[in-house]
């Protein structure tokens, strides 16, 4: 066969043409990186994190995929993570703000000792709903996918607790600011650490106990570790921490349209359901097997006794309120706001 002069540019123009072609199909294909600070087995990552973004490449016809990297794996610190989102050195993050305490005070109203309630599920909505209000100036260094918070936490220690005076001197790791200052007003010894670092604390009697949601349990073997648990039912409960599902603003900004489409329709409230069940779900069971497998003693404080640590902790409540009023916002409406959200998903 024969090729002219025409017949060379055409071939070469196509050619040219070809490596855009396929630059513009991988283009619409977009692979995200979710950094984390639990291992594999732990519930909230084979129990939302998985699902969700199971979830996510099926609706983009396994366009958008997310892919998860437990236990710190592309390295750094939990209260690191973050950054790690707002710098672009990962592309989405979960995380507690809790880990670097005081950097996002408005979001503690949910932290506050006896606010919550024992389930997740109304925690969960509450906080994204108030977040959609509230929170965005506070999280503007990123992009929140989902903000959110567990059900009720409980206190696991090597000695029982069934009254104020039995948490003297108990020396406890806490999640977040408020939840400390809780303890310390309880008597405890509060000790502040990311919660990967427990078991080697109590092992080594660095720490009597921890107080963690049910759920997290298995993922730190805090079972085996302790045999103490202690529950404060009914609502208000103890106390609750928040959690941030955070993406880089320019990656988020720079995804295509479609695709950005598909992660917006699952963020969220839709997210915020779905972050829920882990806790609301997986927390009875760990409680269960606890309860049957390790004969573990788990008690519950009587009313009475909940009234006690009611009062004992109000003065945490009144005191992150006074030092709102420092950082510029109205803690007292925002803590209304906040019961009356909780009270509206939990009914």
Not at 175 to 187: I, S, V
Not at 199 to 223: C, F, K, N, T
Not at 256 to 283: C, F, H, I, Y
């Amino acid at each position: 066969m024969t090729l002219h002069r025409r017949d060379f540019v055409l071939l070469g123009a196509a050619a040219l043409a070809a490596p855009a072609l396929v630059r513009s199909a991988k283009a619409q294909e977009l692979t995200l990186r979710l950094h984390h600070f639990l291992p594999p087995v732990a519930n909230v990552h084979r129990h939302f994190l998985m699902p969700w973004a199971q979830k996510i490449q099926a609706e983009s016809q396994g366009k958008l995929r997310v892919q998860i990297f437990p236990s710190m794996q592309l390295g750094g610190a939990p209260p690191q993570l973050f950054d790690q989102a707002r710098d672009g050195v990962v592309d989405i993050v979960w995380t507690l703000p809790g880990n670097t305490p005081g950097r996002f005070p408005k979001v503690e109203v949910f932290e506050l000792p006896f606010v919550a309630d024992p389930r997740a599920r109304p925690n969960a909505l509450a906080c994204q709903e108030f977040a959609q209000t509230h929170l965005r100036e506070e999280f503007a260094d990123v992009h929140p996918i989902v903000i959110w918070a567990h059900d009720g936490g409980v206190i696991h220690s090597n000695r029982s607790v069934t009254k104020l005076e039995d948490m003297r001197g108990l020396k406890l790791r806490f999640p977040t600011r408020q939840a400390g200052e809780a303890l310390r007003a309880l008597g405890a010894a509060p000790i502040g650490m990311p919660v990967p670092q427990v078991p080697e604390a109590v092992s080594q009697r660095v720490i009597d106990g921890a107080v963690v949601p049910w759920e997290v349990v298995p993922s730190i073997r805090l079972q085996e570790l302790v045999s103490h648990h202690t529950e404060i039912l009914g609502t208000p409960t103890f106390y609750s921490a928040t959690f941030i599902l955070a993406m880089n603003k320019a990656r988020y900004a720079a995804m295509p349209d479609e695709l950005r489409t598909v992660l917006d329709a699952n963020s969220g409230m839709v997210a915020a359901e779905m972050a829920a069940k882990p806790w609301d779900d997986q927390g009875p069971l760990v409680r269960a097997q606890v309860a049957r497998r390790r004969q573990n003693t788990i008690v519950q404080l009587s009313a009475e006794e909940k009234q006690r640590w009611i009062e004992a902790t109000r003065p945490v409540v009144d005191n992150w309120i006074a030092g709102s009023r420092e950082r510029g916002f109205d803690g007292a409406a925002m803590l209304a706001e906040a019961r009356g959200l909780i009270a509206k998903h939990g009914a």
